[in-house]
């Protein structure tokens, strides 16, 4: 889905694969794959599919640092696809010539992490903030302070994230610091601000956080916005920010491990990941955005027009920097170690 909710004409490149009868397994993050979709790729092709699922950036990377992982897709952020494609991790698929390549936008298509297409299926697209509940702050939601400076309704009924990058770069968002920044006198500031929250607040994951801000626990709960789309659908008192600070932007990538044992069957998977009423039913299921223009036409009502999908044009989102320093698998591994220290 393009990221103002344009319309664009859809385009479909003409391509064969040999026919076959086997399985491919996947690697994706939990509550992620649509179901239905496995269903219908399955029906289509008589490829089974096996999906195991993961819920952190370091237990997705672990079997594919070995290089001999037996998977056929995986499902990485963006981040980790130039570590990935730098230590030769992953197979070169050449998606550009693959059938349906073109349905892509182009604002997703030859991006700096993949300049020649050769590697990566762009797959969706999604923000991080927070979910703030109605019912106890009346005021205007979109800035970090109510998250890093928050007021007395608020304070204490605060729920963090366990994805340790999104963590940090907020908090170097709200100190006025580069996100993509390393450095260490900038990495203590971080600290400072996190270490007090980590010591006061509680953690959810990706398998929690939507029945938790749900739950009616929190106030304020820091979110993806898929996340804080199907937790609003519970709880409708809850409202996604939009940080005048600034908010993360992120993508997921589909891609092929290197090593993969039924490689054919992988590149028929991304191409029919990349057909916009598949892209679609990824959407409705994940309630992330995707990025194949014509899928508009096939998305639930509500989510085409999701407040947390559908971002303001006064947002302060930025789509086009990334960190060219291997900044998020540091602070990644940051987050791992103050979490470690303080015994959470």
């Not at 036409?297 to 086009?320: C, G, N, R, W």
Request: charged content about 25%; hydrophobic content about 45%; aromatic content about 10%.
């Amino acid at each position: 889905m393009d990221i103002r909710g344009w319309a664009v004409a859809l385009c479909v490149t003409a391509f064969a694969f040999p026919a076959s009868a086997a399985e491919i397994r996947v690697l994706a993050w939990s509550s992620y794959l649509s179901p239905e979709v496995v269903e219908r790729f399955e029906k289509e092709t008589g490829v089974r599919v096996q999906v195991d699922t993961v819920t952190g950036y370091a237990e997705l990377m672990r079997p594919l640092e070995t290089g001999a992982s037996g998977y056929d897709i995986a499902v990485p952020a963006d981040f980790q696809l130039r570590e990935l494609v730098d230590r030769r991790l992953l197979e070169r698929v050449q998606v550009d010539r693959l059938p349906n390549f073109w349905n892509v936008e182009d604002l997703w298509r030859s991006r700096s992490l993949d300049p020649r297409n050769e590697y990566a299926v762009p797959h969706a697209w999604g923000t991080t903030a927070f979910v703030v509940d109605t019912t106890v702050y009346k005021g205007d939601p979109d800035s970090l302070k109510l998250l890093f400076d928050p007021p007395p309704e608020i304070a204490g009924r605060i729920l963090l994230l366990d994805s340790g990058y999104d963590m940090i770069q907020l908090a170097l968002v709200w100190l006025n610091l580069p996100r993509c920044s390393t450095r260490p006198e900038h990495m203590v500031r971080a600290e400072e601000v996190l270490v007090p929250m980590l010591r006061r607040y509680p953690i959810a994951t990706i398998d929690t956080i939507v029945d938790e801000l749900a739950s009616g626990q929190y106030a304020l709960g820091v979110a993806w916005n898929g996340d804080a789309l199907k937790a609003r659908q519970k709880r409708p008192s809850l409202r996604y920010a939009y940080p005048r600070e600034g908010s993360l932007v992120w993508t997921d990538v589909l891609v092929v491990p290197k090593g993969a044992p039924n490689r054919v069957d992988a590149l028929r998977f991304l191409s029919f990941m990349m057909r916009p009423e598949i892209a679609a039913l990824e959407s409705n299921y994940n309630g992330y955005a995707n990025m194949v223009r014509g899928s508009e036409q096939h998305m639930d009502a509500e989510l085409a027009s999701a407040p947390e999908i559908v971002t303001p044009l006064s947002s302060s989102l930025d789509f086009f920097t990334y960190c060219d320093n291997a900044a998020e698998s540091r602070q990644e591994a940051l987050w791992t170690a103050l979490r470690e220290k303080l015994g959470k």
